[in-house]
């Protein structure tokens, strides 16, 4: 299986302040037909997960775009530009490159 | 829109079967895959399986023996079904759209095993 190890596993924020979150692999994500299998999602408090962000550092509909995705091959970041209050929750990536899929542990990222 | 939403039995003795259901609108469950996840309360998100418009499946392997995945074409809807469940079964599942991605989630269902 592909081991997605995220750090930090937690993150205190400050309001307005940028916020970065790494995602590393235990195996490439780059498939053959050159796209990179590298996902991120937010589960806020009391709610299902969303999809933030697909293929490393695409916004998914109505994402705002303080949220950006970077990286290749094993390593990634996900990066706030400046937090806002409805950001805190727990952020995981998400490997779609084999089966099973795969999820980091989480980051909770909280004021 | 496209919407998603879990049912089935919220309490499952030990030893029984868990069955749920994922109703889908706003997309035609012919046309895409679908996947079923779990968080087992206070922890992380776990994949159990998802099942294409060709019937393929796939599972995660410590489930694969006790777990099928079904789809009702007509009534537009996905099922999970876990044998043998014991309390280590216990957490809310969310049901989803795969493109690879999980781009629509179910809110998500408690299921509890206890006798």
């Known amino acids: 299986d592909i081991v997605l190890t995220q750090t930090p596993l937690s993150l205190s924020v400050i309001p307005g302040q940028p916020a970065s979150i790494s995602c590393k692999s235990s195996?490439?994500?780059?498939?053959?037909?050159?796209?990179?299998?590298l996902y991120w999602y937010l589960q806020k408090p009391g709610q299902s997960p969303q999809l933030l962000i697909y293929?490393?550092?695409n916004r998914f509909s109505g994402v705002p775009d303080r949220f950006s995705g970077s990286g290749s091959g094993t390593d990634f970041t996900l990066k706030i530009g400046r937090v806002e209050a409805e950001d805190v929750g727990i952020y995981y990536c998400m490997q779609g490159m084999g089966v099973p899929r795969t999820f980091g542990q989480g980051t909770n990222v909280e004021f | 829109q496209v919407q998603l939403q879990e049912s089935g039995p919220g309490l499952v003795k030990p030893s029984e079967t868990l069955s749920l259901t994922c109703t889908v609108s706003g997309a035609s469950i012919s046309n895409f895959c679908w996947t079923w996840i779990r968080q087992p309360a206070e922890k992380g998100l776990e994949w159990i399986g998802h099942i294409c418009p060709s019937g393929n499946t796939n599972y995660i392997p410590s489930l694969k023996s006790r777990v099928t995945l079904s789809v009702d074409t007509p009534n537009n809807q996905f099922s999970l079904q876990v044998r043998s469940v014991t309390a280590a079964d216990t957490a809310i599942y969310y049901c989803a759209r795969d493109v690879t991605a999980f781009d629509y989630w179910g809110q998500g269902t408690l299921v509890t095993v206890s006798s």
């Open positions: 293929e490393v550092s």
């Open positions: 195996q490439s994500l780059l498939n053959s037909g050159g796209k990179t299998y």
